[in-house]
């Protein structure tokens, strides 16, 4: 059995490191979305369905069973890749369920980052950490 964790942003893998430690188990995978952590390959456009599809093809290439764990925006990833292909993992959980809520309010970051165009000038970057 395999133990994926999906982190979100503006993390990296490394925000897994205390509670991999701590399980000491060798069947761990951390992945990393594009962008975050690892380069966004040739042509892939950053939308919600390239990294539902991006996780997809991740797990495809994992040997189950597997246990699935996302993390902020990686919980949305994972959501999104298990109601397309749950038959890919085991088991799964995400601490962002709220976002597929209709009155959900974003924070005010991820309000910035969601409006095209708008400025992400150090003091909106600063102020999320908050």
């Not at 991740?58 to 994972?78: F, N, Q, R, Y």
Request: aromatic share 10%; with cysteine; proline share 7%.
């Amino acid at each position: 059995m395999t133990v994926v964790f999906v982190h979100g942003n503006p993390e990296s893998s490394a925000i897994w490191d205390p509670l991999v430690s701590v399980l000491g188990r060798e069947d761990v995978a951390l992945l990393s979305p594009p962008g975050f952590g690892v380069p966004l390959p040739n042509g892939f456009g950053a939308t919600f369905l390239d990294y539902r599809d991006w996780l997809k093809s991740e797990l495809a290439a994992i040997e189950g069973p597997i246990d699935l764990v996302g993390h902020d925006w990686g919980g949305g990833h994972v959501v999104n890749a298990v109601m397309h292909r749950p038959e890919l993992v085991r088991s799964w959980v995400c601490d962002v369920m709220g976002i597929f809520d209709s009155d959900f309010e974003w924070h005010n970051l991820a309000q910035v980052w969601q409006t095209p165009g708008a400025e992400r000038s150090r003091s909106n970057r600063c102020s999320a950490a908050i």
